[in-house]
Structure formats: structure tokens, C-alpha cells
């Protein structure tokens, strides 16, 4: 029976690093598609805050208007856009859903 449970425990662990493996790949895949709508000043702005913390969080496509790339922090409170000539600006007013950064309090 220990020799079993051993065994299932053992292909849990497996399945489990597949999954995190797929999901790894899927961000990679997403992650690359949003450097493609990058420019080439944008694109040398986020390699350099990327070794700050900052990474890029998704990219907005206002009708008739260029992609903007939206930037993150580290600590995941300070967001930022990377202008079409590669400057950070973040001070501007930015709205952005809490989705993915939910801290659990469901109102």
C-alpha cells in the first residue's frame, strides 16, 4: 500500500511540473508576441528596466492609434508606459483592473 501511495504522489509531482512547464511556455509564447509591437527605442528601454524589476504587463491598442506598452514594477504597485521615443513615463494617470493582482479581499 506505501509502495502505491509513493507511486501516485511520485506521478502528481510529474503532472504538476508539466503543467507548470505549459504554463511557462504559454507565458514565454505571450510574452513574445508583445515585444513584436514594440519598437526598436521601446524595445532597448525595456531591456533596460528589466534589469530594475520592471517587466512588461500587456500592451494597449487604442483604436487608430499605436500600441502602448504598459510596464509594471517589481512590487507590482508602480506602472509605467514606455513612449513611442522610448522614455518611461510614469506619471501620468493610468487605470488599470486589479485582476491578476488580487490581494484576496472580495468585496
Not at 505549459?22 to 528601454?45: P, V
Not at 528596466?49 to 504597485?77: C, H, M, N, Q, Y
Request: no cysteine; charged share 30%.
Amino acid at each position: 500500500m506505501e509502495v502505491m501511495v509513493k507511486w501516485f504522489l511520485f506521478v502528481f509531482y510529474l503532472w504538476g511540473l508539466e503543467m507548470d512547464n505549459e504554463r511557462r511556455n504559454y507565458d514565454r509564447a505571450k510574452y513574445t508576441e508583445l515585444l513584436k509591437e514594440l519598437n526598436t527605442e521601446q524595445s532597448l528601454t525595456l531591456h533596460r528596466i528589466e534589469s530594475f524589476g520592471w517587466t512588461l504587463e500587456f500592451v494597449r491598442r487604442p483604436v487608430f492609434e499605436k500600441p502602448v506598452p504598459v510596464v509594471v514594477g517589481a512590487d507590482g504597485t508602480k506602472f509605467g508606459v514606455i513612449e513611442a521615443d522610448g522614455n518611461l513615463n510614469v506619471n501620468m494617470d493610468l487605470s488599470v483592473r486589479n485582476d491578476k493582482r488580487d490581494d484576496g479581499d472580495k468585496a
